[in-house]
């Protein structure tokens, strides 16, 4: 099993910066991609950005230029740092890890960004 651990979020002020950290734990090995999904009220989940085995990455529109995804292979951590807020970036934000055939979720860290 794989249990996968958001921190860093909280609130900050239009502009602002924030620092999320996903800590995976339990049996892993061949991880196809870590990727950072983003849930706002009444929208569907949205990927936000990812991060292949081999260290690609790729993001969502919203996300460019303001969002940097990075992977600490010896520590199975990966982080997204986000800089520029926007209230439109308010949401719960879900680390997944995508390992063979499975995909396993975190519990979400709450991002608000007041204007």
């Known amino acids: 099993q794989v249990q996968l651990v958001e921190s860093g979020g909280g609130l900050v002020q239009r502009g602002g910066s924030l620092r999320l950290s996903c800590a995976a734990s339990?049996?892993?090995?061949?991880?196809?991609?870590m990727a950072w999904y983003r849930q706002a009220p009444g929208k569907q989940r949205e990927l936000v950005a990812g991060?292949?085995?081999?260290?690609?990455?790729n993001y969502a529109d919203s996300a460019k230029g303001r969002f940097s995804i990075s992977r600490d292979n010896g520590k199975n951590t990966m982080y997204l740092q986000m800089n520029n807020l926007k209230p439109e970036d308010t949401a719960v934000y879900y680390c997944?890890?995508?390992?063979?055939?499975?995909?396993?979720w975190g519990q979400g860290t709450q991002v608000t960004v007041s204007s």
């Open positions: 997944m890890l995508s390992m063979r055939t499975s995909q396993y």
């Open positions: 991060i292949l085995s081999g260290g690609a990455t």
């Open positions: 339990g049996t892993i090995f061949s991880i196809n991609v």
